[in-house]
């Protein structure tokens, strides 16, 4: 079936505008069936409406809008993770810039510290939130007392909440009242949760990495533009499994 369309930008031209190489490359991926359109194999020379097709390569959304952007900030303490807070308190949105208008991937507490991502790629964003999609996010927490064996081993095999057992988590000790711990569901306030669960309340939670994307060189309250390269990997770490 063709995805020919009157209208709209021609398929390669928009694929090299995003970063996929050439017009010869993007011609090649097409005619690979790599790239599909609204769930349909792509011919080439069909045309794509970038405001409302929905564009995947290697079973990974796309996004085409020449207005797309991603932001990576390393969230501080006492920021809210919201696009508007009706209690007058500093948001995420308010720290990087207000045009194209961003809303946060997932939330953070607000005395949640690290990273977090911000577009306005509503596609990526849903597979990065939704459990399905199995993204990781990595967590050190700084919790009172010392967990023993028994309690990491809890925490790795999944702890009962009052909204049901969590998934199995990697978790390491890594000095004395600190653990690393990464997880792929998004419960609210979840790592707390699980912590407080096996008898350590948490005393300072910062996440170290979403998925591929991890940078240690962004202080608190910094924000900069993810590279061609994190996009695509993002793009990958969300892709269908079939």
């Known amino acids: 079936m063709s995805t020919e369309k009157p209208e709209g930008e021609r398929l390669q031209k928009v694929l090299s505008r995003v970063g996929f190489g050439s017009r010869r490359v993007c011609e090649a991926l097409i005619l690979e069936g790599k790239v599909k359109v609204n769930g349909q194999e792509a011919q080439l020379g069909c045309r794509v409406e970038i405001e409302t097709d929905l564009v995947t390569v290697d079973g990974a959304p796309i996004g085409v809008r020449p207005d797309v952007v991603y932001y990576l900030l390393n969230k501080p303490a006492g ?8 209690q007058g308190r500093p948001t995420v949105v308010e720290i990087v810039p207000s045009d194209p ?16 991502i911000l577009t306005n790629n509503g596609e990526l964003t849903h597979r990065l939130t939704h ?3 199995g993204v990781e996010k990595e967590y050190v927490a700084v919790v ?3 967990p023993s064996r028994s309690s990491l081993r809890l925490l790795r095999e999944g702890v009962d909440l009052e909204d049901g057992k969590t998934s199995p988590a990697k978790v390491a000790l890594i000095e004395e009242g600190t653990i690393r711990l990464t997880i792929h569901e998004g419960r609210n306030r979840q790592v707390r949760r699980m912590c407080s669960t096996v008898g350590h309340q948490v005393k300072r ?7 591929p994307l991890s940078d240690r060189s962004l202080s608190p309250g910094e924000w900069r533009e993810l590279t061609m390269t ?7 770490a969300v892709a269908d499994s079939d």
Do not use: H
Request: aromatic share 4%.
């Open 205 to 211: 939670l910062i996440r170290t990495r979403i998925g």
């Open 230 to 236: 994190e996009i695509r990997s993002l793009e990958r």
């Open 79 to 86: 920021v809210v993770t919201t696009a508007d807070d009706p």
């Open 144 to 146: 009172e007392g010392n």
């Open 101 to 116: 208008r961003v809303f946060p991937v997932g939330r953070l507490d607000s005395d949640t510290e690290g990273l977090l």
């Open 131 to 133: 459990p399905s999609f």
